[in-house]
């Protein structure tokens, strides 16, 4: 049994593991993903699939912001973007990922 409690662990951790549960259409519990989710799901991450990007670079900003957020102090990550040569948090972020804390 705990080799099993083990290999769930591993499964719902790191960055692909909600992409592999959407594609196995199982959640993390066991429970089959209702159809009208995936098909809304799948229906709005190919319109994004289909826009424009704005460069590489503003991309990992914006994931760094908003996955750091839940991570790292306001200070700390604003600090780390300038070490790493990207503009610091904007207002709209701080207020928006670090508002509520």
Sequence with gaps: MAAETNE?????????????AIAQGIDFDGSPIPPAKLELYHQVMALEGN???SGVSNTMRSRI????????????????????GFAPLKDKEIAFFYGGK
């Design 51 to 53: 826009r424009q990007r």
């Design 8 to 20: 769930f662990q591993q499964t719902t951790k790191g960055a692909d593991a909600v992409d592999e």
């Design 65 to 84: 912001v908003r996955i750091g957020a839940k991570h790292i102090p306001q200070a700390e990550l604003n600090q780390k973007l300038m070490d790493a």
